[in-house]
């Protein structure tokens, strides 16, 4: 009986640093989050510029903003702090602050709450329900389980799970876990 030694290797298709935007792209006209996304994202880009066409032009994104924001149930405002590439699959219950900053290519379910001061690398994922109340940083390629609330910083790669959340970061190449 021969042993074959297979080697782990971590690699992530999508990427932490570069975002992808067809993550936000529209695939049929009823797609709240992503509408959402739009409106944010158009008003955004208006927002800094300077002229009569710009004013018309980022008051007018305002409109789609406040109905796509009570269609798809989430406050995420208009002036916060989103790399691009961000996955909302079900946007209900998402409450952002402005103040917060989250990185390209991250995906948050359903009911996550976060709170001013919190960095959020790139390639989050955010299950559902996950709270994150404190000012802290969560690293590239991490992940926060279902219902997590998230009192310390969690490193790249880590897992954070419970309440309140404790971070698991798995040894690959072994079957342990540390703590």
Wanted: proline share 6%; aromatic share 6%; charged share 15%.
């Amino acid at each position: 009986m021969e042993t074959e030694t297979h080697q782990i290797t971590i690699e992530s298709t999508i990427s932490a640093t570069e975002p992808d935007w067809s993550r936000e792209q529209l695939e049929n006209w009823w797609q709240p989050s992503r509408q959402l996304l739009k409106a944010i994202r158009k008003y955004q880009k208006w927002h800094n510029s300077e002229g009569i066409l710009a004013k018309l032009l980022k008051r007018a994104y305002v409109i789609p903003y406040r109905f796509w924001s009570i269609v798809s149930g989430a406050d995420i405002p208009l002036n916060c702090q989103i790399a691009g590439g961000l996955k909302l699959t079900h946007p209900n219950g998402v409450v952002i602050h402005p103040k917060a900053s989250i990185g390209p290519n991250c995906l948050i379910l359903q009911q996550v709450t976060i709170v001013a001061g919190v960095n959020i690398g790139g390639h989050v994922d955010l299950g559902a329900g996950a709270k994150i109340i404190r000012p802290v940083t969560i690293g590239d390629h991490a992940k926060v389980g279902a219902n997590a609330v998230v009192l310390c910083d969690v490193p790249s790669g880590a897992t954070a799970v419970g309440i309140p959340a404790k971070i698991i970061i798995k040894n690959y190449g072994t079957s342990d876990y540390n703590t």
